[in-house]
Protein backbone atom coordinates (compact mmCIF):
# COMPACT_ATOMS: atom_id res chain seq x y z
CA UNK A 1 0.00 0.00 0.00
CA UNK A 2 2.97 2.44 -0.42
CA UNK A 3 2.28 5.43 -2.29
CA UNK A 4 -0.91 5.53 -1.31
CA UNK A 5 -2.27 9.22 0.09
CA UNK A 6 -4.82 7.05 2.68
CA UNK A 7 -3.86 3.49 3.92
CA UNK A 8 -6.30 1.47 6.13
CA UNK A 9 -4.78 -2.00 7.66
CA UNK A 10 -7.01 -4.20 9.74
CA UNK A 11 -9.03 -1.55 11.14
CA UNK A 12 -11.56 -2.75 13.54
CA UNK A 13 -14.72 -1.21 15.20
CA UNK A 14 -16.23 -3.13 18.15
CA UNK A 15 -19.21 -1.04 20.26
CA UNK A 16 -19.33 -3.00 23.58
CA UNK A 17 -22.98 -4.16 24.59
CA UNK A 18 -23.74 -3.56 28.08
CA UNK A 19 -26.39 -4.69 30.55
CA UNK A 20 -27.51 -5.20 34.12
CA UNK A 21 -27.33 -2.44 36.68
CA UNK A 22 -23.68 -2.80 36.76
CA UNK A 23 -23.52 -1.93 33.15
CA UNK A 24 -21.25 -4.80 32.68
CA UNK A 25 -19.72 -6.05 28.66
CA UNK A 26 -21.64 -9.14 27.41
CA UNK A 27 -20.74 -8.80 23.76
CA UNK A 28 -19.79 -6.74 21.42
CA UNK A 29 -21.42 -5.66 17.73
CA UNK A 30 -18.59 -6.26 15.57
CA UNK A 31 -19.19 -3.07 13.34
CA UNK A 32 -16.10 -3.19 11.32
CA UNK A 33 -13.97 -6.43 11.72
CA UNK A 34 -10.41 -5.69 9.63
CA UNK A 35 -11.11 -3.78 6.35
CA UNK A 36 -7.88 -3.24 4.73
CA UNK A 37 -7.65 -0.77 1.51
CA UNK A 38 -5.41 2.03 0.18
CA UNK A 39 -6.79 5.24 -1.79
CA UNK A 40 -3.70 6.60 -4.20
CA UNK A 41 -3.92 10.02 -4.67
CA UNK A 42 -6.53 11.92 -6.77
CA UNK A 43 -8.50 8.89 -6.91
CA UNK A 44 -11.75 7.59 -5.91
CA UNK A 45 -12.20 4.44 -3.96
CA UNK A 46 -15.86 3.49 -3.39
CA UNK A 47 -17.16 1.49 -0.22
CA UNK A 48 -20.72 -0.71 -0.98
CA UNK A 49 -22.75 -2.37 0.83
CA UNK A 50 -26.32 -2.50 2.30
CA UNK A 51 -27.30 -1.23 5.12
CA UNK A 52 -25.34 -2.36 8.65
CA UNK A 53 -22.53 -3.21 6.77
CA UNK A 54 -19.97 -0.94 8.47
CA UNK A 55 -19.52 1.53 5.99
CA UNK A 56 -20.10 4.57 7.75
CA UNK A 57 -18.56 3.49 11.22
CA UNK A 58 -15.30 2.90 8.80
CA UNK A 59 -15.56 6.15 7.46
CA UNK A 60 -15.92 7.59 10.91
CA UNK A 61 -13.10 5.52 12.86
CA UNK A 62 -10.79 6.53 9.84
CA UNK A 63 -11.56 10.63 11.07
CA UNK A 64 -11.09 9.20 14.61
CA UNK A 65 -14.95 11.04 15.09
CA UNK A 66 -15.13 7.70 16.76
CA UNK A 67 -12.11 5.76 18.49
CA UNK A 68 -11.13 2.70 16.52
CA UNK A 69 -10.74 -0.80 18.75
CA UNK A 70 -7.73 -1.69 16.40
CA UNK A 71 -5.76 -1.73 13.54
CA UNK A 72 -4.18 1.52 12.09
CA UNK A 73 -5.31 4.18 9.82
CA UNK A 74 -1.96 5.58 7.34
CA UNK A 75 -2.87 9.51 5.90
CA UNK A 76 0.45 10.80 3.95
CA UNK A 77 2.44 8.22 5.76
CA UNK A 78 1.58 9.65 8.93
CA UNK A 79 -0.16 7.53 11.83
CA UNK A 80 -4.09 8.69 12.04
CA UNK A 81 -5.33 6.21 14.73
CA UNK A 82 -2.25 6.72 17.03
CA UNK A 83 -1.72 10.63 16.51
CA UNK A 84 -1.55 13.09 19.65
CA UNK A 85 -4.34 15.76 19.29
CA UNK A 86 -2.33 18.38 17.90
CA UNK A 87 -0.95 16.34 15.47
CA UNK A 88 -4.87 15.00 14.44
CA UNK A 89 -6.04 18.66 14.85
CA UNK A 90 -3.50 19.79 11.84
CA UNK A 91 -4.35 16.04 9.79
CA UNK A 92 -7.85 17.25 9.84
CA UNK A 93 -7.46 19.90 8.22
CA UNK A 94 -6.41 17.96 5.16
CA UNK A 95 -9.44 15.18 5.91
CA UNK A 96 -12.70 16.28 5.75
CA UNK A 97 -16.34 14.77 5.53
CA UNK A 98 -19.15 15.50 3.57
CA UNK A 99 -22.39 13.89 5.16
CA UNK A 100 -25.80 12.06 4.14
CA UNK A 101 -27.97 14.39 5.41
CA UNK A 102 -28.05 18.00 3.72
CA UNK A 103 -30.78 19.19 5.80
CA UNK A 104 -29.27 17.99 9.28
CA UNK A 105 -25.93 18.98 8.85
CA UNK A 106 -26.49 22.71 8.42
CA UNK A 107 -26.78 24.35 11.71
CA UNK A 108 -30.37 26.37 10.85
CA UNK A 109 -29.36 29.44 13.11
CA UNK A 110 -26.10 30.34 10.84
CA UNK A 111 -25.97 32.04 7.44
CA UNK A 112 -23.94 30.01 4.52
CA UNK A 113 -21.24 32.72 5.30
CA UNK A 114 -20.84 31.35 8.83
CA UNK A 115 -21.33 27.92 8.29
CA UNK A 116 -18.38 28.11 5.66
CA UNK A 117 -16.39 30.69 7.11
CA UNK A 118 -16.25 28.85 10.66
CA UNK A 119 -14.01 25.86 9.38
CA UNK A 120 -11.83 28.53 8.33
CA UNK A 121 -11.60 30.65 11.64
CA UNK A 122 -10.87 27.25 13.68
CA UNK A 123 -7.99 26.43 11.25
CA UNK A 124 -7.18 30.00 11.23
CA UNK A 125 -7.21 30.62 7.10
CA UNK A 126 -7.14 33.71 5.91
CA UNK A 127 -7.66 37.18 7.78
CA UNK A 128 -11.16 38.14 9.50
CA UNK A 129 -13.49 40.21 7.40
CA UNK A 130 -13.43 41.01 3.61
CA UNK A 131 -10.51 37.81 3.08
CA UNK A 132 -12.76 35.63 4.32
CA UNK A 133 -15.65 36.71 2.84
CA UNK A 134 -13.92 37.07 -0.60
CA UNK A 135 -13.34 33.04 -0.10
CA UNK A 136 -16.35 31.91 0.95
CA UNK A 137 -18.15 34.04 -2.23
CA UNK A 138 -15.55 31.89 -4.45
CA UNK A 139 -15.95 28.58 -2.81
CA UNK A 140 -19.81 29.21 -3.49
CA UNK A 141 -18.82 29.97 -6.99
CA UNK A 142 -17.00 26.68 -7.32
CA UNK A 143 -19.94 24.62 -6.02
CA UNK A 144 -22.54 26.51 -8.94
CA UNK A 145 -24.19 28.79 -5.91
CA UNK A 146 -24.57 32.51 -6.40
CA UNK A 147 -22.66 35.15 -4.01
CA UNK A 148 -26.26 36.08 -2.90
CA UNK A 149 -26.38 32.88 -1.09
CA UNK A 150 -23.85 33.92 1.37
CA UNK A 151 -26.33 36.12 3.26
CA UNK A 152 -29.32 33.47 3.76
CA UNK A 153 -30.17 30.60 5.95
CA UNK A 154 -29.64 26.61 5.21
CA UNK A 155 -34.13 26.73 5.07
CA UNK A 156 -33.96 29.09 2.07
CA UNK A 157 -32.24 26.50 0.04
CA UNK A 158 -33.28 23.14 -1.58
CA UNK A 159 -31.66 19.67 -1.05
CA UNK A 160 -29.63 19.70 -3.63
CA UNK A 161 -28.04 23.06 -3.16
CA UNK A 162 -27.97 22.32 0.85
CA UNK A 163 -25.40 19.72 -0.35
CA UNK A 164 -23.52 22.21 -2.33
CA UNK A 165 -22.93 24.22 0.34
CA UNK A 166 -22.00 20.99 2.27
CA UNK A 167 -19.33 20.59 -0.18
CA UNK A 168 -17.79 24.35 -0.20
CA UNK A 169 -17.70 24.02 3.71
CA UNK A 170 -15.27 20.65 3.21
CA UNK A 171 -13.45 22.53 0.72
CA UNK A 172 -13.08 25.53 2.67
CA UNK A 173 -10.08 24.08 4.25
CA UNK A 174 -8.38 23.01 1.49
CA UNK A 175 -8.38 19.69 2.28
CA UNK A 176 -6.75 16.34 0.07
CA UNK A 177 -8.68 13.71 1.04
CA UNK A 178 -12.41 13.82 1.45
CA UNK A 179 -15.14 11.28 2.73
CA UNK A 180 -18.32 11.78 0.88
CA UNK A 181 -20.83 9.38 2.91
CA UNK A 182 -23.95 8.67 1.01
CA UNK A 183 -23.81 12.38 -0.09
CA UNK A 184 -26.42 11.57 -2.97
CA UNK A 185 -28.79 9.33 -1.17
CA UNK A 186 -30.80 11.64 -0.05
CA UNK A 187 -31.72 13.50 -3.05
CA UNK A 188 -33.81 13.41 -6.20
CA UNK A 189 -32.35 11.36 -8.66
CA UNK A 190 -31.73 14.25 -11.05
CA UNK A 191 -30.16 15.97 -8.80
CA UNK A 192 -27.93 13.23 -8.20
CA UNK A 193 -26.15 13.25 -11.06
CA UNK A 194 -25.44 17.04 -10.98
CA UNK A 195 -23.72 16.47 -7.33
CA UNK A 196 -21.52 13.64 -8.69
CA UNK A 197 -20.68 15.48 -11.78
CA UNK A 198 -19.71 17.91 -9.40
CA UNK A 199 -17.49 15.99 -7.26
CA UNK A 200 -15.99 14.68 -10.30
CA UNK A 201 -15.20 18.02 -11.96
CA UNK A 202 -13.87 19.24 -8.12
CA UNK A 203 -11.53 15.96 -8.07
CA UNK A 204 -10.43 17.23 -11.27
CA UNK A 205 -9.64 20.52 -11.16
CA UNK A 206 -8.38 20.42 -7.14
CA UNK A 207 -6.45 16.87 -7.09
CA UNK A 208 -9.12 15.85 -4.38
CA UNK A 209 -8.88 11.81 -2.90
CA UNK A 210 -12.30 10.70 -2.05
CA UNK A 211 -13.40 7.76 -0.09
CA UNK A 212 -16.98 7.55 -1.88
CA UNK A 213 -19.51 5.46 0.38
CA UNK A 214 -22.53 4.45 -0.92
CA UNK A 215 -25.09 1.65 -1.39
CA UNK A 216 -26.68 2.63 -5.04
CA UNK A 217 -24.52 0.99 -7.45
CA UNK A 218 -25.14 2.99 -10.65
CA UNK A 219 -23.91 5.98 -8.54
CA UNK A 220 -20.79 3.95 -7.65
CA UNK A 221 -20.11 3.16 -11.08
CA UNK A 222 -19.94 6.76 -12.02
CA UNK A 223 -17.40 8.14 -9.75
CA UNK A 224 -14.97 4.94 -8.84
CA UNK A 225 -11.31 4.26 -9.71
CA UNK A 226 -11.62 1.35 -7.17
CA UNK A 227 -14.66 -0.08 -5.58
CA UNK A 228 -14.49 -2.13 -2.29
CA UNK A 229 -17.20 -4.35 -0.84
CA UNK A 230 -18.39 -4.79 2.43
CA UNK A 231 -20.26 -7.61 4.07
CA UNK A 232 -20.81 -7.45 8.05
CA UNK A 233 -17.61 -5.42 8.47
CA UNK A 234 -14.83 -7.11 6.34
CA UNK A 235 -14.23 -6.53 2.68
CA UNK A 236 -15.45 -9.20 0.46
CA UNK A 237 -14.08 -7.90 -2.88
CA UNK A 238 -12.18 -5.08 -3.94
CA UNK A 239 -10.76 -4.09 -7.18
CA UNK A 240 -10.14 -1.95 -9.98
CA UNK A 241 -14.22 -1.04 -10.80
CA UNK A 242 -14.25 -1.74 -14.55
CA UNK A 243 -13.41 -5.46 -13.17
CA UNK A 244 -15.83 -5.67 -10.25
CA UNK A 245 -18.32 -4.59 -12.10
CA UNK A 246 -18.00 -6.38 -15.28
CA UNK A 247 -16.43 -9.28 -13.78
CA UNK A 248 -18.03 -10.28 -10.63
CA UNK A 249 -16.64 -12.74 -8.73
CA UNK A 250 -17.92 -12.71 -4.64
CA UNK A 251 -21.55 -14.55 -5.13
CA UNK A 252 -22.88 -11.30 -3.19
CA UNK A 253 -20.98 -9.11 -5.36
CA UNK A 254 -23.30 -10.84 -8.15
CA UNK A 255 -26.76 -10.34 -6.43
CA UNK A 256 -25.91 -7.11 -5.80
CA UNK A 257 -25.34 -6.13 -9.29
CA UNK A 258 -27.95 -8.11 -10.07
CA UNK A 259 -30.61 -6.68 -7.95
CA UNK A 260 -29.70 -2.73 -9.12
CA UNK A 261 -32.08 -1.55 -11.46
CA UNK A 262 -31.75 -1.67 -15.21
CA UNK A 263 -32.39 1.05 -17.71
CA UNK A 264 -33.03 -2.19 -20.23
CA UNK A 265 -35.47 -5.04 -18.59
CA UNK A 266 -34.25 -7.41 -21.42
CA UNK A 267 -30.76 -7.11 -20.37
CA UNK A 268 -31.20 -7.73 -16.70
CA UNK A 269 -29.06 -11.31 -15.64
CA UNK A 270 -31.17 -13.54 -13.64
CA UNK A 271 -31.66 -12.38 -10.18
CA UNK A 272 -30.09 -14.72 -7.57
CA UNK A 273 -32.32 -13.75 -4.30
CA UNK A 274 -30.30 -14.29 -1.52
CA UNK A 275 -32.24 -16.00 1.01
CA UNK A 276 -32.47 -14.86 4.97
CA UNK A 277 -31.27 -11.78 6.40
CA UNK A 278 -27.89 -10.14 7.03
CA UNK A 279 -26.69 -12.44 10.68
CA UNK A 280 -26.20 -9.97 13.61
CA UNK A 281 -23.00 -8.18 13.61
CA UNK A 282 -23.84 -9.26 18.44
CA UNK A 283 -23.79 -13.20 16.81
CA UNK A 284 -21.84 -13.45 13.79
CA UNK A 285 -21.82 -17.04 12.35
CA UNK A 286 -18.28 -19.27 12.35
CA UNK A 287 -16.56 -18.98 9.08
CA UNK A 288 -17.72 -17.13 6.46
CA UNK A 289 -20.11 -14.41 7.45
CA UNK A 290 -21.80 -15.05 4.21
CA UNK A 291 -22.21 -18.55 3.80
CA UNK A 292 -25.44 -18.78 5.94
CA UNK A 293 -27.00 -16.60 2.46
CA UNK A 294 -24.74 -18.07 -0.04
CA UNK A 295 -26.28 -20.27 -2.47
CA UNK A 296 -21.91 -21.53 -3.50
CA UNK A 297 -21.77 -22.66 -0.05
CA UNK A 298 -19.33 -25.46 0.63
CA UNK A 299 -18.65 -27.10 4.39
CA UNK A 300 -15.79 -25.77 4.65
CA UNK A 301 -16.80 -21.84 4.15
CA UNK A 302 -18.56 -22.76 7.81
CA UNK A 303 -15.07 -22.99 9.41
CA UNK A 304 -12.55 -20.42 8.49
CA UNK A 305 -12.50 -16.82 7.69
CA UNK A 306 -11.44 -16.90 4.10
CA UNK A 307 -8.41 -13.83 3.57
CA UNK A 308 -8.73 -11.44 0.52
CA UNK A 309 -6.54 -12.83 -2.49
CA UNK A 310 -5.88 -11.73 -5.64
CA UNK A 311 -7.32 -13.37 -8.92
CA UNK A 312 -5.68 -10.58 -11.69
CA UNK A 313 -4.72 -6.99 -11.73
CA UNK A 314 -5.63 -6.02 -8.04
CA UNK A 315 -8.39 -8.20 -8.25
CA UNK A 316 -8.64 -9.70 -5.01
CA UNK A 317 -11.78 -11.54 -3.35
CA UNK A 318 -12.71 -13.44 -0.13
CA UNK A 319 -13.77 -16.54 -1.04
CA UNK A 320 -12.08 -19.94 -2.27
CA UNK A 321 -14.85 -21.26 -4.55
CA UNK A 322 -14.75 -17.53 -6.11
CA UNK A 323 -11.47 -17.59 -6.88
CA UNK A 324 -10.96 -20.97 -8.52
CA UNK A 325 -13.90 -19.38 -11.08
CA UNK A 326 -12.17 -16.19 -10.96
CA UNK A 327 -8.72 -17.26 -12.09
CA UNK A 328 -10.57 -19.61 -14.60
CA UNK A 329 -12.39 -16.40 -15.69
CA UNK A 330 -8.57 -14.06 -15.51
CA UNK A 331 -7.09 -16.45 -18.40
CA UNK A 332 -9.98 -15.33 -20.93
CA UNK A 333 -9.92 -11.37 -19.91
CA UNK A 334 -7.69 -9.29 -18.61
CA UNK A 335 -9.64 -6.22 -17.27
CA UNK A 336 -7.28 -2.83 -17.98
CA UNK A 337 -7.12 -0.05 -15.43
CA UNK A 338 -10.07 1.50 -14.81
CA UNK A 339 -10.50 5.15 -14.74
CA UNK A 340 -14.59 5.47 -13.47
CA UNK A 341 -16.32 8.05 -15.69
CA UNK A 342 -13.46 10.51 -15.84
CA UNK A 343 -12.96 9.75 -19.25
Known sequence: MSGDLLSVQDLVMHFPVRQGVFSRTVGAVRAVDGVSFGIPAGTTLSLVGESGSGKTTTGRAIL?????????????????????????RGLRKRMQLIFQDPYGSLNPRMTVFSVIAEAMAVHRIGRRGADRRKRVLALLDMVGLPAEAADRYPHEFSGGQRQRIGIARALAVNPDLIIADEPVSALDVSIQAQILNLLIELQERLGLTYLFIGHDLSVVRHISDQVAVIYMGRIVEIGPAEAVFDHPTHPYTKALLAAAPVANPRARKPRRALPGDVPSPVNPPPGCPFHPRCPDATPSCRECVPKLQEIHNGHRVACPVAIKVGHHAADHHHPGESHGSHD
Open 64 to 88: RLIEPTGGSVYFDGVDVSTADKAVL
